[in-house]
């Protein structure tokens, strides 16, 4: 029988885990129902676009779910939960994705003895390729990490980190790591244009050059700088390039770049607690 599952919040990432879901067909559409704040729009587009169910009762909710999957923004976690803490009980397993937000902090706002599962995917989930980290917290059994690692395997590759304060890492390197890419493809892509490739042909260059490198990084034996040094012809185009990336500390900016992603992590989870704390 296939799991039920309920998001609340209906944003992005909520929109890339269903994908991944249902593309897999680990959960089927009518088996998952979704929640948000106040755009029905976006419910209905999410409606038609999966065959998802919608609405905003607490109750009808988690009437059914297996999963309760936390979609919203950490600075929305209590408002999230809020209405959801009467109907929730020992037997769903929630799954919150909210980065930075300790399993503590939500069995705190709970405030019942609720097995959490913290995981960080990325949005590559949409496609079945997220790189997933995740933890469990103090009331949750191995049983209920399997499930939800079973079910985010479906979806991408799972790293469970013994030590939960790992996932801020997780969250700097992975969570927001498509983004670093993304930032990438965008530069290359006004490079092209600048060096005078139409646009279709470098989008088609593009993508084949980081497939490729992608491809040679999980299959070769070679180590990613090995990999560098045989593109690298001495006196050669790489070379000229590269020295410009290293003029502008390139390396040393996207080493930052991770660090500072991954403190923000920890002062999202700090925030949520610091708003918990003025509301008692
Ligand atoms: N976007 C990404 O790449 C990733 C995001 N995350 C985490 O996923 C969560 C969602 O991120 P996005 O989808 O990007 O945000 P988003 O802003 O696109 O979506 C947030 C959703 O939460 C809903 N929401 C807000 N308050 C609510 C409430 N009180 N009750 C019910 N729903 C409520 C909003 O209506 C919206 O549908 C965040 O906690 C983020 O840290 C984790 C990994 C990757
Ligand atoms: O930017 C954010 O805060 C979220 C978490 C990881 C990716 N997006």
Redesign the pocket.
Known sequence: MTKKVAF?????????MMAGFFHSQMIEPRHAII?????DE?LTFLQDKYGVRTTRYPQALLADADFVV?????K?AV??LA?LIPYLHEHHILVS?????STASIVDVIGKKIPVIRV????SAAVGKSATGMAKGAYATPQHLEAVKELFQTIGTVAVVDDEEQLHAV?GLA??G??YIYYLVEAMEKAASEIGLNREDAKELILQTLIGSAQMLKNSPKAPETLRKEVTSPGGTTEAGLKELQKHQCQEAFIQCIKVATNRSKE?GEALRNQMLNQT
């Open positions: 609340i919040g209906a944003g992005s990432m909520a929109e890339a929640s948000n704040r106040s755009s976006r936390l979609t919203m923004k950490p929305d408002s999230g209405p994705v909210m980065a930075g937000v960080m995917p990325n949005t969250t969570g927001s498509p983004a999202l």
